[in-house]
Every structure is written in C-alpha cells, then in structure tokens.
C-alpha cells in the first residue's frame, strides 16, 4: 500500500503562485512515475503533469511554460509549481502514484495511476 498527502493548496489571485506538495508513505520504493491531475467541478479529470523516477517530465497544454513539476526521491515527495495561475485552474488537485508501470513514461493519462491522495483545494480569483 502506497499513501500519498497532498498540501500547498489555498486561495490565490490570478498571475500568482502557488506551490503543491505530496508525501508519499508506505511502500514507497514500489512507486515510478507520479503526477498531480485536477478535477473542477462538471469537468473532466486532466492529468495536469506527471514525472518519472528518473527525472522526466511531461505537461497537459492547457499548464505547460506554467507549472513545474519535481520530485525528491529521498524525501518520497513530488512537488507543483504553479505560476501565472489564471481562474480556470481552478479545481481540487490530486497527487497520484504509478507502482506497476515498472520504469513507466511520465503518462498524462488518469488509468495509469493506481494510489491517489485526498486532494488539496485551489482556487484563482479574478
């Protein structure tokens, strides 16, 4: 069992930042590549960026040049840099870990995921 913790969340006004984290705990050496998704209310779940273990990375559009996304294999943690945060970002983001891709891409797709956390709000005011 793998349990992931989200944080970082809160309230922010457009074009400002804010930075997510994600504790992984458990078994957590079963993890490769990990991503945060996002899901607003009456929209689709969007796997906004997802990393692998070794360091690769890969974006949705609707983020990319805007969010970063990194990892701390010695601290078990995935981290989201968000900037010029606009109020269509808006939502509740999720951390999600993959532990049965072995040495798997940094897919942008939600099936590939099999732990997810509880999720931390974000909201972006106008």
């Known amino acids: 069992q793998v349990q992931l913790v989200e944080s970082g969340g809160g309230l922010v006004q457009a074009g400002g930042s804010l930075r997510l984290s994600c504790a992984a705990s458990?078994?957590?050496?079963?993890?490769?590549?990990m991503g945060w998704y996002r899901q607003a209310p009456g929209k689709q779940r969007e796997v906004v960026a997802a990393?692998?273990?070794?360091?690769?990375?890969n974006y949705a559009g609707s983020v990319k040049g805007r969010f970063t996304i990194s990892r701390d294999n010695v601290k078990n943690t995935v981290y989201l840099q968000m900037n010029s945060l606009k109020p269509e970002d808006t939502a509740t983001y999720y951390c999600?870990?993959?532990?049965?891709?072995?040495?798997?891409?940094?897919?942008?797709?939600?099936?590939?995921?099999?732990?997810w956390g509880q999720g931390t709000q974000v909201t972006v005011s106008s």
């Open positions: 999600a870990a993959d532990t049965v891709h072995m040495n798997g891409p940094a897919s942008l797709n939600t099936n590939t995921y099999d732990y």
């Open positions: 458990g078994r957590t050496f079963s993890i490769n590549a």
């Open positions: 990393i692998t273990s070794g360091g690769r990375t």
